[in-house]
């Protein structure tokens, strides 16, 4: 089975947890300083978070960076 790449796998994750958690969106920009483009870009993996922003985005949304990098069931994306 080939390996998903990296930032379309945050981006699943991210969305996953981030509606998990009942957020938008926006009101996850507004609550955590990232903006909306911004988490949007994240989701569509259109963007290469650093380690930091891992942690940050993580700690935003209660769950460990781990969670952000976890391997997806193939049968769970789109």
């Known amino acids: 089975m080939p390996r998903m790449d990296m930032r379309r796998l ?9 509606k998990d958690k009942g ?3 926006e009101r996850f920009a507004e609550t955590s ?8 870009d994240l989701e569509r993996g259109r963007r290469n978070p650093t380690v930091v922003t891992l942690f940050h985005l993580a700690s935003a949304l209660g769950v460990t960076p781990a969670d ?3 391997e997806v069931d193939p049968s769970e994306t789109d």
């Open 68 to 70: 952000l990098v976890a």
């Open 33 to 40: 300083g990232f903006t909306q483009q911004y988490v949007s």
């Open 10 to 18: 945050v981006g699943l994750n991210f969305a996953r947890l981030r």
């Open 23 to 25: 957020f938008t969106q």
